[in-house]
Nanobody
């Protein structure tokens, strides 16, 4: 059974940083494309960043230059380093390796 578990969310001031983690069991991230999505209150879930099996990364325009997705194959964990956070980054962040989803971790950017 595949399980994805996100962690690392929290409350941070604008301009601050957080690193989200997504640990997997029952699946090897290095074989699949993994992505981070987010969903803000009252909005649809949106794609944020992805990393392919070979390690190619892609980002939504709204986070490009501020967020970095990476993968540690030994730990079977995918990360999302988020810098220069803005209030509009506030959302529940989800890890996805199709068709599997984690439970989400809340990120709140506020002063």
């Amino acid at each position: 059974q595949v399980q994805l578990v996100e962690s690392g969310g929290g409350l941070v001031q604008p301009g601050g940083s957080l690193r989200l983690s997504c640990a997997a069991s029952g699946i090897y991230f290095r074989i699949y494309t993994t992505a981070w999505y987010r969903q803000a209150p009252g909005k649809q879930r949106e794609w944020v960043a992805g990393i392919t099996s070979p390690g190619t990364t892609n980002y939504a325009d709204s986070v490009k230059g501020r967020f970095t997705i990476s993968r540690d194959n030994a730990k079977n964990t995918v990360y999302l380093q988020m810098n220069s956070l803005k209030p509009e980054d506030t959302a529940v962040y989800y890890c996805n390796t199709y068709p599997n989803w984690g439970q989400g971790t809340q990120v709140t950017v506020s002063s």
